[in-house]
Nanobody, 120 residues
Framework: QVQLVESGGGLVQPGGSLRLSCGAS????????MGWYRQAPGKERELVAV???????NYADSVKGRFTISRDNAKNTVYLQMNSLKPEDTAVYYC??????????????WGQGTQVTVSS
């Protein structure tokens, strides 16, 4: 069974930075796309950024120019560099991985989440 473990969350002041990491283990196949989502209290989970196996990226408009997603395929790890953080970035951040099995079917895996709090 595939496991995703996030790390790097914490409490930072507005304008500060954090770097989130998510490592995947337990899969014999390469990971296709990986992404970061976030969910604040009382709100639906929303897409933050995604990165494909070839390195293509997409970002939510609210984080463009401030966040950068990257991946290290050799380590099965995805990162989210978060700069110029704002209080509205406060949320639990989740990573997701998509893996295609031997029958050509996509399976979706989620991490447990890491808390990011932006406050002075």
């Amino acid at each position: 069974q595939v496991q995703l473990v996030e790390s790097g969350g914490g409490l930072v002041q507005p304008g500060g930075s954090l770097r989130l990491s998510c490592g995947a283990s337990g899969s014999d196949r390469s990971i296709n796309s990986m992404g970061w989502y976030r969910q604040a209290p009382g709100k639906e989970r929303e897409l933050v950024a995604v990165i494909g196996s070839g390195g293509s990226t997409n970002y939510a408009d609210s984080v463009k120019g401030r966040f950068t997603i990257s991946r290290d395929n050799a380590k099965n790890t995805v990162y989210l560099q978060m700069n110029s953080l704002k209080p509205e970035d406060t949320a639990v951040y989740y990573c997701k991985a998509v893996i295609v099995d031997g029958y050509g079917l996509s399976r979706q895996w989620w991490g447990q989440g890491t808390q990011v709090t932006v406050s002075s």
